[in-house]
């Protein structure tokens, strides 16, 4: 089955558990239930449909478009999250003493409490998704030979969503911390390429000595690796697809792979990649490697010869709870990781994908300070 299907599917499902809910909560005939169900399958529908929007359409409206379809989508999930609560709360006060949940809203109270709660969460998200952290993690080596601050950006999923005054913030907050390096590490692009060269420009006026590297994430792979290259070029982000670079005076080289996106044996396919970028690094630099997803981390990037690896991808989960799922799959979420004298960084992201909220996962722009071991 197709990535479409089922998550149409899931997403019909999760409508269709809101709305049973909120028609048992109401009292609703049957038929309205039915009629509503109707609705919920387009509804679940509308992250696809959003997305088909051609790039000849006004921006503008697009970009209204994407904002009800994905502010709708946090909606139903955290409907979704506290009717369930609601229910088992319901269905533990029929086993408990009466007294005991005397204070549970039944009804059309429970449902205005549901909603009530849904809307707070909503509200704080779209304000959190906008106030970025910047952690700052020291790593020293002997193998440093001078102090590099470099700025790491990950999953700003730059395309209908975000506007230019978004992008210009975002560059003047990453200048603000005074970076000798800029890291793209993925998942700069989300959709409607066509319409981002006006954000190219913005991102030229990031300011870094020693220059702006990149890798193509996932979402690059989605939208074509050739309107993702043009607009990094644009950008005056030099892609990494496989290549390494020294950075002059430093002792530090910096390499970068494609991700795999759909291929299968993705890992496999990389920790290929990964392995075959070892003829390029100079013995007794510090190497790091550029990877959008956090795999490969500790085993094979250290066998390379990778002292660091930086990622994002995750979005630390972007909105709770989510991020438990997520981490089953990647363990390492978000943070700054060491294990025999390997590090791993990874951002929850400067942006977000699909709705532009983030709840118990604030945006980040990490900064890694290398510092030479005194
Ligand atoms: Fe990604």
Redo the contacts with the bound molecule.
């Keep these: 089955m197709s990535f479409f299907v089922v998550f149409t599917l899931i997403y019909f499902s999760l409508h269709a558990f809101v709305w049973a809910r909120m028609s048992l909560q109401l009292d609703l005939s049957w038929r309205t239930f039915i009629l509503g169900l109707l609705a919920a399958l387009a509804l679940a529908m509308s992250p696809y449909l959003a997305r088909r929007l051609p790039e000849t359409w006004n921006p503008a409206v697009v970009r209204i478009v994407w904002w009800a379809v994905y502010v709708w989508f946090a909606a139903v999930a955290y409907l979704f999250w506290l009717q369930l609560a609601a229910l088992i709360l319901q269905l533990l006060a029929r086993l408990a003493p009466s007294a005991w949940f005397a204070w549970l809203p039944r009804g059309r109270a429970q449902l205005a409490a549901v909603a009530a709660a849904t809307a707070l969460i909503l509200i704080y998200g779209l304000w959190a998704a906008n106030h970025w952290e910047t952690p700052s993690y020291t790593v020293t080596s002997p193998r440093i030979k001078r102090a590099v601050r470099i700025a790491l950006i990950t ?1 700003t999923h730059f395309g209908a969503i975000h506007t230019d005054a978004w992008v210009d913030r975002l560059v003047k907050t990453i200048n603000g911390l005074q970076p000798d390096l800029v890291l793209f590490a ?2 700069q692009l989300n959709d409607h390429v066509g319409w981002l060269d006006s954000q190219a420009e913005i991102l030229r006026g990031l300011q870094a000595p020693l220059g702006a590297y990149g890798v193509l ?3 690059e792979i989605y939208v074509g690796a050739s309107p993702s290259s043009r607009f990094h070029e644009l950008a005056g982000v030099r892609l990494l697809r496989g290549d390494t670079v020294s950075l002059p005076g430093t002792g530090v080289q910096i390499s970068g792979v494609d991700d795999p996106g759909h291929s299968p044996n993705a890992k496999q396919a990389t920790a290929r990649e990964v392995d075959r970028l070892k003829s390029a690094l100079n013995p007794g630099d510090f190497h790091i490697l550029m990877f ?1 997803r956090p795999w490969l981390w500790p085993e094979e990037a250290a066998q390379a010869g990778f002292d660091m690896e930086v990622s ?2 995750t979005h630390g989960g972007q909105l709770y709870p989510f991020s438990w799922f997520v981490k089953i799959y990647y363990p390492y979420l978000a943070g700054h990781f060491e294990a025999h004298g390997s590090h791993l960084v990874v951002s929850r992201g400067a942006g977000t994908w699909g709705p532009p909220l983030r709840v118990g996962a604030n945006p980040q722009i990490p900064l890694i300070i290398l510092k030479p071991e005194s």
């Design positions: 999953d993925g998942d994430g996932n979402h959008h994002g991808h």
